[in-house]
Structure formats: structure tokens, C-alpha cells
């Protein structure tokens, strides 16, 4: 078993640390939020309320998970620099920049520190269903932590085997996966949720078709959710995403609660402009994107535009 | 100089009889609208009261150009019916389909009638601009109102000579052309259209780039109507759509007398839907249509579907 | 259990016929070709020479499934006629576009014979993992056939409860929906493969992502199959269509036996022009299938004429 | 007139020295190929064989203008730095991205030299049409180069007045702007030439359009180049780069000479990835990139993705 620190207690870090207690490695939790901290009082996570605590808490070599926010991890890095010591591992379990992770990782190596770039997939559900690991590092330090990977994953059983793939072929088919050098864990994540942006914009796409379906087409009086329910089993698109809209639209077949206007986060920004840097052709990648932008107000300019040229050149009021 | 009845005395139909009268050419027009005629009075355009007067009026063969919306056409031809001859010749000046197009003149020709579709180009400045005519039909028809179509089509001079082009190749330098049979012209016009959309929609998202330079970042304070003006002149961009856009926001610079609901009409989306069926990527036509729907709240299912996604695997409130 | 006729024993037909017959109904096939019918010889499938035989081998009022390419429905509509009777129901499997189905339902309706469209997903695994059914028509027509559905469908135990829906609320769970009036089941079934395209083009553009990684980026060795192996654990990406690509990855890693020109068949077209005529954006959808077009070579004048331009403003080689 | 030395000397260095020494600029040029220079003899040009006989030969305080790749300014920045002076004035013209030229003015303010964007519009055409000027940096700067800048761009005359714009508004009707703050020029620039990548990918769209219903459609047998022609007169699509399009087409009905692989450059690159970092919908301006990427075979590994899907779901060979 190992021991590992955990810096970050929110919905992700937190139920990181409760997995691994549950099984029987040694975690040690802080938060800047001691509501964080108390929240897991009863899991087995022993918490500390400083960094410096943290520090000292744990055996050197340390491992030291970060799970915070991308924007506050050179912050981070930068109060713990002066306590690190020589083979600490400091992991980057967040959604970083892969860029960054490159950087981060040659500047700790300056110090003789230990650079591990985790993306780390699961969100809420991780806790139950495990956390898929896209592991970016030297393969030295992807074994010191081979016993945190194999808790944390899902383990071979949750999905069934591919036919064809040799049983010892690697970690891959338990969940977690040394992608290759520094930075190319978070890059496979990015590209991860690239295709998650995608994939959901494929299916809100299908969602607003059957919806203008119904109200266009006489005798068309489907529901929604009992579609995406019945295509859950034996159709091309089962899927998690699936299983989840149909979640939802149980509980609102409508979906009235939400305004739509729906937010993104560094990772879809990322994977669009990487794929522009290595000449990739991202036209599903990018439009599932740049939905996001216009369901926020963000073409209102475009579009008004595009009004003002059909009144110049046609005389057209906007309702024409 | 040739007699020609114009059915549809709107914006485009008024102007055309307009510039056919003002170059001698003797235009009879009718219009259920008794203003639409009124307005014709000091023309040149002599009107008539009913579409019986109208065939009355003209000596057979008759050339009749209906210049109506595309949903009208098939009820006036109904009723142009019993009251044409053979050997009259009935344009269709409007946007249609061009397979309702080709269609039509089938139809026609069983009655000994001829058919002809031409695309008409120029919106309210054809008058004095000229129109730019793309014709679909037979080519005894095509010379039958070869006068009538370089009186409309902004002739030779409206811009500088092609390098390289044969000065006695044909009429496409003087805006007009006989493209082919029936149904080409309208094709070619909702082809016309199509790249129109797409060109609109690069200025749209290229002066939303503008804007949100202007906010967001430190010492970008121009103003779009200005850059609309500087690309006028030796970009690559110039255009008659960025003239007008220049036009546009001189008198408002903001757009702010607008709301950003863009309307589309038949020829946008007969384009799309006819790059599917032959098989041509139309990423960029597509996108333009697709923008303009979602300026009319046609994504918004589609938006609260993607929301609804990111609540259920990542506890993401709308606002995260 | 119920006697149903099946004409067509391709891939699909087959199958369903044979999934039927293991669980006791009493399944007729026809097929022109003999050797379709003569590979169903121990399957418990009763198989006919010819389309008379099978009309004359059913009882009435007959059940007949249409299991046949969608350009030959109409043909084979036309053979079977004259000899359906009152009350027979003809049920169209494939993929047909769902105007055509609305259209025949009419027409058969004017003869006293039921209709019913059927979207059938499950390509060549549906014997084995059941089939997703997507139905169109009258309430009596599809529970006269309710047997057969809940046969052909996967059941309920194919996916796991979703949480908060009733267990009591209708078919979908089991993996078979009534959806509405004639022409439902196709619609559902054209935005199910459209869906399709829009996620396989999401995954496509990601692995393209990072294949050209590897090339590109120093120390990013992965293998494509790897990563899709990880994904299907614990990902939010995770889908059926992951697993079909992991193994694929399988076996052939770098997909070299493929030349990567890829199909496309009606039902993702119509999705886009569907699309298009509801007023629906399509930017996913249409863009995947436009990939499909462009990987046929299908942009290559429009490509040409872009190296023209830049040869024509910059003086630029096609290499510049 | 003004004193200006100019580094870059090919084709649009050259030209644009040509164009200032035909107006009564002392203009010193300087390229490191010989021929470059060599090329200028007879144009009022005087060239210099080093960077430091440049700096020598310009009176202080001198004016620089580098046009030469974005990728090798810093360099040329490197190599100028110890001979520059206090006060002198350094242009970058070319097509840098706006974040370096911010970054580069703040270096070189530290030696208290002054710097400027001019993102420069023509192409080949600037020497005779004049040159669009896209103006980043202080006021006292572009005053202090006003006279280069109106001899450069191409003057009220070369576009008539937009309606409603006072004449004494600013230099942006002559052709040049100070848009606004370092970086801005090249900004605008950037923008000019996203918009630019559409516009051609709505043109190339169209055009593909009418070259598969010649092939597909019966009687339509028109000339993209005819139709080129035509839609330069009246039409609504009018603009320089459909001259240009019809120039092509005429020397290349078919465009046979070219492959079809198109380049791209960083303008196109950066814009797309700027539209990302500031939240705009780039649809059209992303799609017109990515057409490029994939015409140099960029997404063949993504379609093969596609070919093995399909044939893992349903065993669909690649020509099915």
C-alpha cells in the first residue's frame, strides 16, 4: 500500500481519497476550506490543515496528488517548492494545459522533484465506477504508483473484454494507462474531452431534431427521454453520455429547469487549438465548441451582422 | 424592343419593369395590390387590373415573367393556365427550386407553352445597378429575349475586363448567361445564394472576433465600422457585402437597432440540401444556414441537452 | 408466438429471421438469391421459392417484413400488390427515407392493408445482442406484433436500470418503442444513424488527434489501440461504438488494410436535409457527413479552386 | 517624404519599396540574397549589402520596416538590437502574431526604440492597386509615418464612398488605420485574413457545387468560368477574389493544372485559435482551416477510423 498526499478535497479529490482509504492506502488530505476537510472525517482520510502539515506528514519520498484547478497549480507549486525534497513525485491529477505539465515537469527535475501528469476521468460517478487514468510520466514513477493506479481504475471487469487483445497485454484494459512521456497524460485527456464535446454535441443535435419533430411533423408525439431510453439497448449509440440523458430526462422530460446556456472549460479550448497547432481537421471538435460560444450570447454580434448586410442589400427587415 | 408582361409588381418586380420601360422596352405589369401598381404611375410601366387584362393586353406569343415568391407560383400558373397559347413563353424571375423548375416547364411544354427560369441577382439596387441573370431554358428562348435580359444585366463596363478573356466570348460579361437547360438558371442562382450565405457568415464571425477584441482585450479600441471601411481598399476582402456592411455601421455603429434573429429563406437551405444529394462537402454553406437557425433559438433544446449532460457526469450547475 | 413472412435474407434479415425462429415464432423467408435461403437451412426458418409462394404460405390476415434495400421497396411494393389481402400488415424493416413510409401507409391503407416502419439498429450483431426497434403506426398494428417485438429486442436486462424511470412505463426499457404515427419509426431510426455519424466523426477527429501527436510531439509513443482500450473503462467516452474501435485497433494497429474512403448511405443524408427542412442546426451531423464526402475525393475542385485563388491574389505555389 | 529602411526584399518587400521610391521616398533596402537587391536596380531602390551598412546609411532616428517571415523576426530583432538608437522607429509588416508584437514592443521600449504592426494587405497586386494597412502602436508613431503609409495604401479613389460617411472621418477611407494599441495592426490583420480563408471556402464550396451538377445533372452543362464571369456584374457575391476567380478559370477551365493540396499559413492558424481564447463562434472560419488540413491528407487516418467502424457494426466493406 502506499501513502500519498492529497492537495484539493473538492468533488474530485475527495472521493480520490475515499477510494483509495476504502482500500487500504494510507491518504493524507488538506483543503483551504475546513468544511472540505470535515467532510470526510468518517472515510479514513486523515486531513491536515496546512501545507507545511501536509509536508511533514508524509515520508519522504512523498507523493503529493494535486487536484485543484489548472489556473491555481503554479500557485500551488510555488508554496510548496521550498518544502519539496529530493524524489518527491508531485502529481497533477487536474485538467492542465499539457503544455504546462512539459514545463512544470522540467522545471521540478531542476530541483531533482518528480513530475506526473494524470488525467483523470470519472467526474462524479469515479468513486463508484472508478477513474479512468491517462498517466503521463517516466515509467520509474508510474511503478512507484502502480498500486494507487490499480485502486483508483475500474478494474478489467468493468467492461467486457475486447475480443482479439492478449490478457497480459498491459494496464490498459484495468483503466489507467502510462500514455508515454511528461505532459502526454493531460494531452490524452484533452483529447478525451474533446471527443466528449463532440459526442454530446452529436446526440443535443439528435435531441433538437426529434424536438422540432414533434412539433412539426403531425403524429410525431414521441417523448424524448423514452427515446434516448430505448436506444440504449441493442442500437450504434449506447453509450454513458446516453444512459445519462436518459437520467435527465426522466427527471425533466423537457429539460425546463435548464437555460442552456452551457459552459466549457479549458480542455474542449485546448483540444480545438492543438488540433489547429498539429494541422488536424476538426470540424465535429470545433463545432461542438462553438455551440457552447453561441448558447452563451457569443455570435450576437455575428448575427446582428448578418441582418444589417440583408437590409443593405435586399431591403429585408429582420422578421423577412 | 420587346413587349413583356411582369406579374408581381414587389421590390425586385417594380424595378425590373422600371429599367425595361426607361430603355423602351414596353412593360404591361399587374399586381393584386393596387399601391404595388400606383406606385408604378410616372414608369413608363403601364398596369393592368387582372391577370386576364394582362394576357388580353399582350399580343401572342406572349413573354410573361412572374416575378412572385417561390410558394406563389404554382397557384398563378393555375391560373395563367386556360389563358395562355402556344408558343407563349412564361419566365419565372423568382427563387424557386430548380427541380420545381424543371418540373414547370415539362408541364408547360405539354400545353405548347415554353419555360423559362431565370435567378435574378441584385435586390434593391438592380435598378440601378443592373441585374445579374443566370437563365435556365431552350436556346431559341434564351434569344427571344436576348434584349430584354442586356437591358437588365449591368452590361460590359459595370466591371473591369477578365485578363486573358475573349472580348466576343459570349454574354457572361455582361452579367447575363444562358447556363443551360431548364432548371440551371435557378440552380445556378441558388448555388449564387449559397456561397452569399457562406460569405456573410466569414464577415459575421470575423467582426464577432473584432468585438470581443475590443472587450476583452487592453488597447483594441477600434471601431468595426472603421475596419469595415479600411478592408474597402486593397484587402483581399473587398466586396460589395463589405461595401454595404461599411454602409451599415456608418449609420449604426453598435448595430444596435437590430436583434440578431437572421432570417434564411428557401435558396440557403435548397442549397444545402442539394450539396447532400450530389455528394459535395458544404461545411461552410451548412454552417451559415445553421448559424441562422440558431440565432432564431433553434439549438435551444439541443443546449439544454448538452447542460443537462454535464449536471449528470460532472455536477456542473449551468453556470460552472 | 406469431407467423411472420420475411422477404430479403441479407445480413439483417437473416438474422432477425433466425432470432425469431429460436425463440418459436414461425418465421417464412424469401429471398431471389437461393443461396440466402439455403444458409438459413438449419435454423428453423422455413424459407419459399418465390413471393407467391410466400403469400400463399402464410395465413391470413398476413404479417410480412420487408427486410430489403430502400430503393427497392417500392419495386417489390408493386410485385406483392395484387396478391395482399384485407388486413394483411406489411412492415418495412430498413432504411427508408420516412416520407416514402408515410406515402405507403397511404397507399396500402387504400387497399385495407395495415403499414408499419420499423427502424431496425443492430447491424450484424443484433442476433446475438438483440435488435433496437423504432416503430411507426397504428397502436393495434404494433401490439398485434408485440410478440415479435419483445423477441427481436435486446430486454431489459441489456442495460442497467436508469435511475428514477418506473419499471412499469411502457416498452423502451426493453429496447423497442411505439413511436407515433407511419413514419415515426424511420424518422427515429434516420436521427439514430445520424447521431451515429456525429459521434464516429468525434472519435475519427480524435484519433486523428493523436496519431498525428505521436508524429509530431517528442516522447508521445502511444498506441491508438491502447487508448482506446483505457476509454472503455470509466471514461465519459466510453460507448458500443469505443469497443468496435478498440478492437479493431486490435487488429490491425495503424488500420493499414483500410484506404480510408469512406461510405455513406441514405439515412445519414436525410438526417442532414431533414435537418435543414425543420429548421434544425446541424453542424455535427452535417459536418461528419461532409467528412464522408471529402474522404471521396468529393472536395477536390473546391480544393483547387482555393490553390488557384492563392496563386491569383499571393503568387503562390501550390507548396507555398 | 520620408527616409525608410526596408529588410525583406522579396515580393512584397520589394514592391513596397518600389511603390515609395516611385513616390518620393528615400528608400534603403536590404535583402540577404543578392538577386533580391540585384532585381531593384533600376527602381530608385538604393540596397545595402548588410544590416549594418543599412543602419549606417539610415539617418537616426531611423525608420525600419522588416517584411520577412514571421519566423525569422526575432532573429532579424536579435541581429538589429545593438545598432539601433534611441528613438528609432522598427515596423514589422508581415504576418507576425499579434501577441509577439506586443511582446516585442515591450522589449524593445526597454531600449527606448519604438515599435509598430503594420499588417499589410496586396499580395502581388499591392504595387499597382496599393496596399490595405492594418496599424498597431502609438499615435506619435503613426503620425510620424503618415506620408509612407498614405503613399502606400491606395487612396480614396481606388473604392467609391460609402453613403453617409463624412469625409473628413479618419484615414480609413484612404486605406489605412491605426486600429489601435500595439499588436492591434497585426490583430485586424489576422481577422482581414481568417475572413478571407471563408470567403474563398464559400466560393470553393460553390464552385464544387456547380462542377458535380454538370457531371450529375443532365443539361446542365455549363462553365465554372462562364459563371465566374457572370456573377462579377450585378450579383450579390461580387468582389475582388471572384475576379480573381474568373482570371483563373479562364486561363484553366478545369483547373487541371493544380493538385488540390492547399497550404495554409499562421494567419488562418491563429485566428482560429484566437476566436477559441476569446470565446467566438468561428464555424465557417474553422471549417474553411480544416478543409485545408484535410486536402493534404490530414484526416486520412481519421476516415480510416470511420472505414473500420463501419465495418466492426456492420460489416460493411469500405465500397458499401
Not at 55 to 62: E, G, I, M
Not at 166 to 187: M, V
Not at 205 to 232: T, Y
Not at 286 to 293: E, S, V, W
Request: proline share 3%.
Amino acid at each position: 500500500m502506499t501513502q500519498l498526499g492529497i492537495i484539493g478535497l473538492g468533488r474530485m479529490g475527495a472521493n480520490i481519497a475515499r477510494r483509495l482509504a476504502a482500500n487500504g492506502h494510507q491518504c493524507v488530505g488538506y483543503d483551504p476550506s475546513s468544511d472540505a476537510a470535515a467532510a470526510l472525517s468518517d472515510s479514513g482520510v486523515e486531513t491536515v490543515n496546512s501545507l507545511s502539515d501536509l509536508l511533514a506528514r508524509l515520508t519522504p519520498p512523498r507523493n503529493i496528488w494535486m487536484m485543484v484547478p489548472s489556473e491555481k497549480v503554479d500557485a500551488l507549486l510555488d508554496e510548496l517548492r521550498s518544502g519539496l525534497s529530493k524524489d518527491d513525485l508531485v502529481i497533477d491529477g487536474g485538467n492542465s494545459y499539457f503544455r504546462e505539465a512539459q514545463r512544470r515537469a522540467q522545471d521540478l527535475a531542476a530541483l531533482g522533484v518528480n513530475f506526473m501528469d494524470v488525467g483523470t476521468s470519472g467526474g462524479v460517478w469515479g468513486l463508484e465506477r472508478g477513474y479512468c487514468l491517462m498517466i503521463g510520466g517516466t515509467a520509474s514513477d508510474v511503478a512507484r504508483l502502480d498500486s494507487v493506479f490499480s485502486t483508483l481504475a475500474p478494474g478489467v471487469d468493468a467492461a467486457s473484454p475486447t475480443p482479439g487483445r492478449a490478457s497480459n497485454s498491459g494496464t490498459a484494459d484495468q483503466g489507467y494507462l502510462h500514455c508515454g512521456g511528461h505532459g502526454s497524460g493531460h494531452f490524452v485527456k484533452m483529447v478525451h474531452n474533446g471527443i466528449e464535446y463532440g459526442m454530446m454535441a452529436a446526440y443535443a443535435e439528435g435531441f433538437q431534431l426529434l424536438s422540432n419533430a414533434v412539433e412539426q411533423i403531425e403524429g410525431f408525439d414521441f417523448e424524448c427521454g423514452e427515446v434516448a431510453e430505448l436506444w440504449r439497448r441493442g442500437s450504434v449509440v449506447e453509450s454513458w453520455l446516453l444512459d445519462l440523458t436518459a437520467k435527465a430526462l426522466v427527471a425533466d422530460p423537457k429539460l425546463e429547469e435548464l437555460t442552456g446556456r452551457v459552459s466549457d472549460s479549458g480542455e474542449g479550448r485546448w483540444t480545438v487549438q492543438t488540433a489547429v497547432e498539429l494541422g488536424v481537421p476538426a470540424h465535429v471538435l470545433g463545432a461542438a465548441l462553438y455551440q457552447r460560444f453561441s448558447s452563451r450570447g457569443e455570435a450576437d454580434f455575428a448575427n446582428r451582422t448578418l441582418s444589417a448586410m440583408r437590409r443593405e442589400f435586399g431591403g429585408h427587415s429582420e422578421s423577412q
